[in-house]
């Protein structure tokens, strides 16, 4: 069994920086991909960011390239996402998710879910 707690959300303004954490727990965390995916109400869930198994290959989402940044520190079993120039748009709860590949592929290879953490940015 696969433990992934988020934290890091919170309140923002528009134009403002957030790092969210996943911290994970219960398999090898550096041999498996992650990702972050984002859900708003009346929304359907969309991917953030995906990072393969080693940090080399980030991922990203098309409304998020350029101002988010994924990353991993496999001795501390834990993935990040700093975003940056947040928008109200973003406003969403946070997921992290581990995959059952090595690399990122899509959202239905991810096997195992946070509770989340909401992230609301103010206009």
């Known amino acids: 069994q696969v433990q992934l707690v988020e934290s890091g959300g919170g309140l923002v303004q528009a134009g403002g920086s957030l790092r969210l954490s996943c911290a994970a727990s219960g398999r090898t965390f550096g041999a498996y991909a992650m990702g972050w995916f984002r859900q708003a109400p009346g929304k359907e869930r969309e991917l953030v960011a995906g990072i393969n198994w080693s940090g080399s290959l980030p991922h990203y989402g098309a409304s998020v390239k350029g101002r988010f940044t994924i990353s991993r520190d496999n001795a501390r079993n834990t993935v990040y996402l700093q975003m940056n120039s947040l928008k109200p748009e973003d406003t969403a709860v946070y997921y992290c998710?581990?995959?059952?590949?090595?690399?990122?592929?899509?959202?239905?290879?991810?096997?195992?879910w946070g509770k989340g953490t909401l992230v609301t940015v103010s206009s």
């Open positions: 998710a581990a995959s059952t590949l090595t690399y990122y592929s899509t959202q239905r290879d991810m096997a195992y």
